[in-house]
């Protein structure tokens, strides 16, 4: 799997993703970083991938670093080292991690956080998934909604190692949009507080998906993102 961490490619206006390869239970996944220029100019960076001089120089060629958000109490890594390289930077995280790293996690993010920045970049917090603490965003320039691991899209390629291949297809996710079956079936605990939550993206007029794992969906994302939470429509009504 080619390691793209050197390289920041450009989305939309404003929006930028740089892509690396980590490992997990033995196979490679994509993990992805993207990159939002705020209207005042400076740079939110979301689920950090692991540094470099070449992606340094591409981020402040960009602009200063202002933000770096750990979007779920899992996307810790990495955060020490940007802390390092932009010490004026605020981290924001769910709260389980800031209490996990009380001295690295600046501000908590959670659904009560009004963000400097959420004019123009809301966000919906998933509840009802045990220790997951989620939050989605939207950048409404770009009309692209911003995920870190709720949803995968990943797709096994001919250059994908055949472990990595075996794991995508057992995993359930290969060739689509989709949450993992494993955190549908031991993760949610509350189907109708996240189907509560996730009424509230599709208030959004969402145009692109980002995944932090797997191929962002570039236009006419909204019907891939209603068949990959078909699975929380109710069979009965949920109470308000």
């Keep these: ?3 793209t961490t050197e390289q920041l490619d450009q989305l939309a206006d404003g929006l930028w993703i ?3 390869p ?3 239970a033995g196979a490679w996944f994509p993990h992805t970083m993207t990159v939002v220029r705020l209207d005042d100019g400076s740079l939110l960076v979301h689920s950090p991938c692991r540094p470099s001089p070449q992606l340094h120089e591409g981020l402040l060629a960009l602009g200063p670093v202002a933000h770096v958000v750990a979007p779920n109490w899992f996307h810790d890594l990495y955060l020490r080292e940007y802390r390092q390289a932009y ?3 605020i981290l924001w995280a769910p709260a389980r991690l800031r209490w996990l790293k009380p001295t690295l996690i600046d501000r908590v993010l959670d659904d009560s956080t009004r963000t400097p920045w959420y004019s123009e970049m809301p966000h919906v917090q998933l509840p009802g998934l045990l220790a997951f603490e989620e939050c989605l965003f939207f ?3 770009s009309r692209t909604l911003v995920i870190a691991d709720f949803l ?3 797709t096994a390629r001919d ?3 055949p472990f990595t291949r075996l794991a995508y297809k057992l995993s359930g996710v290969n060739g689509r949009l989709a949450v993992f079956p494993l955190l549908r079936a031991l993760a949610v605990l509350n189907r109708g507080a996240l189907r509560r939550a996730t009424d509230r993206i599709f208030s959004w007029d969402i145009q692109r998906i980002v995944v932090g794992h797997g191929e962002p969906i570039d236009s006419d994302a909204l019907p891939e993102l209603r068949d990959a939470l078909r699975w929380l429509e109710p069979t009965v009504p949920c109470s308000p």
Aim: glycine content about 0%; aromatic content about 10%; cysteine-free.
């Design 18 to 20: 740089a892509t690396m």
């Design 22 to 24: 980590i490992r997990f």
């Design 159 to 161: 250059d994908t190692p």
């Design 87 to 89: 010490p004026q930077a």
């Design 152 to 154: 995968f899209n990943l």
């Design 1 to 3: 799997m080619k390691n």
């Design 139 to 141: 950048h409404e320039r």
